[in-house]
Structure formats: C-alpha cells, structure tokens
C-alpha cells in the first residue's frame, strides 16, 4: 500500500514537471505565430506583439513614450553601438492586473495541475507595460524592437544597418499587457519622434 502511495505521488510530480517545464528559452522562438521582422527583449514574445499591432496607435505626446538619450537631434560616433533610452509615460499609470497587486491574474493557479490552462508554446506571457521601438530612415524601417526594457543596444550586425543608413529617426510606441493582450485603453499610444545622425 505505501509503495502503492509513493508511486502515485512520484506521478504527480512527474506530470507536475511536464507541464510547468518551458516549451522553449525566450531566445529561442522561431517567431512562428507573430511577426519575424522584429527584435525581442526582454520578457516580449510574438504573440504580445500580433496583439499589440492588432489595436490602432494613436499619436499621444503625454501618454506617448520618447527616446531619452541621446538626445533628440544628437551625432552619434560610429564606432560602438549607441544604447538608446526611454522613461515609462507619466501621464499613464500602471493598471495592469498582473502588476496592480489588487487582484491575481486570471491565469496564476494556487494549485499545480490547474497550471494546463496558462500552457503557452514560446513560455510565460508577458504583462505590464512593452514598447515597440522603430528605427527608420528615409520613411523606410531599419530596425524594429518589442521590449519590455527601457533600454536598446544594437547588436553589431544591427548597428552596421543603423550606421549605414546614417540619418535616423526613432519612434516609440507602448502599451500595458495582461498575459499577452493589451488592457484596453492603455494603448498603443506613440510619442514625440526623435532624430540621430550617425557620423
């Protein structure tokens, strides 16, 4: 009967394993179900991005969000890749649920076996907020970010497309996320356009 017993629970802890194992690291999406022209950092995945580029983005200077550094206007040395910043909005608080602290996200399970219905094939969805980062030049896209950080740095092969192209301006959209749809109201809403020359 004891033998019995730990057989059965060495089952649910099997089982328990199998679905709380990640299907695959975040560095690792193929990009299958969302758009593969992207960069992903951070805790973004493909699916929040086809969610946020479903929702119209309308041009909002306060609740919109900026590259801070460098500067608007700023020479930028070809040398190295320039790491560009951004602030969160302040005229938008944060209300996403999984981040409010008010109430548990509909998907977290007090217990283990009720975890099959937050199964995801590219890993945890995201929540809070995420930023789209779209570098052009000449009206033509360069490079596009989905992030959840506040900062990029190009990765060498990208930084020689960003040199290349010598004149760039950027732009950055953003909007909060709740397993990986966009909470209603909270965006995309896109900020002041900021211009860099690479010299």
Known sequence: MILRCLRGAACVAAATLVVYAPACKHDD?????????????????????TAFEAVPAKDDAAKGTT??????????????????????????????????????????????????????AHGAPMNGRAYLLVLKSGGTSVVRVFTTDTSYTPDNATWTMVKTAKSITATISSALFDNNNVVQGSGPFVGTASSLTIE
């Not at 999406?29 to 991005?49: C, I, K, N, R, S």
């Not at 320039?82 to 981040?99: G, Q, V």
Request: glycine share 10%; aromatic share 6%.
């Open 29 to 49: 999406h193929d990009h299958g179900t969302g758009p593969p022209d992207a960069v992903y950092q951070g805790t973004a995945t493909d699916e929040g991005l």
């Open 67 to 120: 590259v801070t550094a460098p500067a608007n206007g700023a020479k930028v040395a070809a040398a190295a890749p320039a790491k560009l910043e951004w602030k969160a909005p302040t005229a938008l608080f944060d209300r996403s649920p999984s981040s409010s602290g008010t109430r548990t996200s509909r998907y977290r399970a007090p217990f283990p076996l009720e975890g099959l219905r937050s199964a995801h």
